[in-house]
């Protein structure tokens, strides 16, 4: 069982590259969510989705898309890079079960920098 | 619009004082959701709770508790007798209506000194 794990750990791009950062769960969660962190900042929501087929967009989604073709899948895509985009990317997989506690499962991050 | 309101940036204690890390909200909204996150010095992310506004009872675990207060528009999150494990950045974030679209605040560095 290895939770959450975030493809590549780490990449350099330069400006308009574009590149695609993979999510991957094995927990069979429905809800999966694509953040940023940019420094002394908390979170901001890019994309989410709330099951296999289906995506949303966040508080930031300009310059991004995403893709669920697969449950335990959730790609997150730069088109054109651009160096505002350097940032810690961190997915998350959560659980929302009726009646019980929600639990929410991070993947590592990735850390992008764009020059 | 929502908003989430951590005044504390940096908190500074002493092994196996308590701590509390204060935060603020505001949202129109009367279905909402709270939640708490903390990030170690390591970088990962770690969800520790998720309150729902219509439950104000306050929730405890081990050396955590959180205190709701619907009057008041907090979240507070106390650690009693902290650890040095227990230093981190710690983040209070919102959720309105259907719990999807989720506002962080700035998040509260919590030294623990031995």
């Known amino acids: 069982n290895a939770g959450v794990t975030q493809t590549p750990k780490f990449r350099v791009l330069k400006t308009g590259q574009s590149m695609t950062l993979l999510c991957a769960q094995d927990?069979?969660?429905?809800?999966m969510y694509w953040y940023r962190q940019d420094p002394g900042m908390g979170l901001r929501l890019i994309h989410y989705?709330?099951?296999?087929?289906?995506?949303a967009k966040g508080e930031v989604p300009d310059g991004y898309n995403v893709s669920r073709l697969k449950k335990q899948n959730f790609l997150l895509g730069l088109e054109s890079a651009a160096p505002s985009q350097t940032s810690v990317y961190f997915c998350?997989?959560?659980?929302?079960?009726?009646?019980?506690?929600?639990?929410?499962?991070f993947g590592p991050g990735t850390r992008l920098l764009v020059l | 619009a929502q908003k989430v309101t951590q005044a504390q940036t940096e908190i500074s204690v002493v092994e196996k004082e308590d701590v509390t890390l204060d935060c603020v909200y505001e949202?129109?909204?009367?279905?909402?959701?709270l939640f708490w996150y903390k990030q170690p010095p390591s970088g990962e992310l770690v969800f520790l709770i998720r309150?729902?506004?219509?439950?104000?009872q306050n929730e405890i675990s081990g050396r955590y508790s959180w205190n709701f207060q619907k009057s008041t528009s907090s979240f507070n999150f106390t650690i009693t007798a902290s650890q040095v494990v227990d230093s981190a950045v710690y983040f209070c974030?919102?959720?309105?209506?259907?719990?999807?679209?989720?506002?962080f605040g700035a998040g509260t560095r919590l030294f623990v000194k031995a």
């Open positions: 989705s709330v099951g296999e087929g289906t995506t």
């Open positions: 927990m069979n969660h429905e809800y």
């Open positions: 974030a919102l959720s309105e209506g259907g719990g999807f679209k989720t506002i």
């Open positions: 949202t129109r909204d009367t279905t909402y959701y």
């Open positions: 998350a997989s959560i659980f929302r079960p009726t009646g019980r506690q929600e639990t929410q499962y």
């Open positions: 309150r729902n506004s219509f439950d104000e």
